[in-house]
T-cell receptor, first 112, second 112 residues
Framework: KQEVTQIPAALSVPEGENLVLNCSFT??????LQWFRQDPGKGLTSLLL?????REQTSGRLNASLDKSSGRSTLYIAASQPGDSATYLC???????????FGPGTSLSVIP | DAGVTQSPTHLIKTRGQQVTLRCSPK?????VSWYQQALGQGPQFIFQ???????QRGNFPDRFSGHQFPNYSSELNVNALLLGDSALYLC???????????FGPGTRLTVL
């Protein structure tokens, strides 16, 4: 059974700092992994999608890496801004027709 | 191009009642997935619809049912509501199940 965890559960950093969010999954046989952002009480915004054959994806100040052998993905945020404050969730898809499994999320607060 | 839309935004029901939530996928998408998100937790997969049929189902009782229409829009029905059904219900669409998922803003259901 696939389980997804995220560490830390909450993180508070000063503006401008570079930071790393972690996502771990127990079954390394995944199809893809997706990172999302969620503002309080809102839906999820897709940030990056990494296919199982890829090692990393980049979008602006965001970089996500994937290491299937160790069951880990990291989301790197460069030069953090107060507008980055939100909950960040990772989600894993095991096969092309399987259900998506979400982690519990990391709540990020960037202090001006 | 409209993204994923959901209606209603908020809903208040009493125990034992029935509720129907609606979702319109992003233009060009053919797959709709439904999730339940309790406060402070990651979304939990309810089921997925493709070509008007339920293709995958999570660990939810039969009180949760759904439907997909020929235009790919979808409904989530919950019968015999319980207090524990109070949550944010999210709809996501994709082109086939294994591609990037795009989420709607969600429907906040409160059961009294």
């Amino acid at each position: 059974k696939q389980e997804v965890t995220q560490i830390p559960a909450a993180l508070s950093v000063p503006e401008g700092e570079n930071l790393v969010l972690n996502c771990s999954f127990t079954d390394s046989a995944i199809y893809n992994l997706q990172w999302f952002r969620q503002d309080p009480g809102k839906g999820l915004t897709s940030l990056l999608l990494i296919q199982s054959s890829q090692r990393e994806q980049t979008s602006g100040r965001l970089n996500a890496s994937l290491d299937k052998s160790s069951g880990r993905s990291t989301l790197y945020i460069a030069a953090s801004q107060p507008g980055d404050s939100a909950t960040y969730l990772c989600a894993v898809l095991k096969t092309s027709y399987d259900k998506v499994i979400f982690g519990p999320g990391t709540s990020l607060s960037v202090i001006p | 191009d409209a993204g994923v839309t959901q209606s209603p935004t908020h809903l208040i029901k009493t125990r034992g009642q029935q509720v129907t939530l609606r979702c319109s996928p992003k233009s060009g998408h053919d797959t709709v997935s439904w999730y339940q998100q309790a406060l402070g937790q990651g979304p939990q997969f309810i089921f997925q619809y493709y070509e008007e049929e339920e293709r995958q189902r999570g660990n939810f009782p039969d009180r949760f049912s759904g439907h997909q229409f020929p235009n790919y829009s979808s409904e989530l029905n919950v019968n015999a509501l319980l207090l524990g059904d109070s949550a944010l219900y999210l709809c996501a669409s994709s082109l086939a199940s294994y591609n990037e998922q795009f989420f709607g803003p969600g429907t906040r259901l409160t059961v009294l």
